[in-house]
């Protein structure tokens, strides 16, 4: 029988889907197991046109959005993931924006979990859609 690695570092990448609350569930399950450091990102997709905002938008509206954006973010995470860890394992928080696949690859997925698998060195999970795997 193989014997399994211990992980002191596990990336769980979210977009807040269904499908990431699943996937979820096994990175903190083997955070859990190997009591490693489990790190929770989201990458926000960077948009060419966010710089042309400014020419139409106030700076006091666009700082009022950013302040939303980030209450929406921060309940996300809390809702979703920080509530159900507790104690049981050490986590940080980390939000990005930028390329999904770049900044996943910086910080240590259709397409995007494509080009991270083929690019990275370390083990990486891949946690199929729970509706997929339900299928008869």
Known sequence: ???????????????????SDYAFEFAFGIAKRDKGLLYILHVIPHSPNQERLTVYVSDDILRNIQKGLEQELDDNYKERYTKKIADAVRFEIITKSGREDEEIEHVF??????????????????????????RP
């Open 1 to 19: 029988m193989m014997e399994y690695p211990k992980y002191k570092k596990v990336l769980f990448c979210t977009d807040f889907s269904e499908n």
């Open 109 to 134: 997925f259709g397409s995007v979990a494509e080009k991270v698998l083929r690019r990275s060195p370390f083990p990486i999970f891949v946690i199929p859609c729970r509706k997929k795997l339900e």
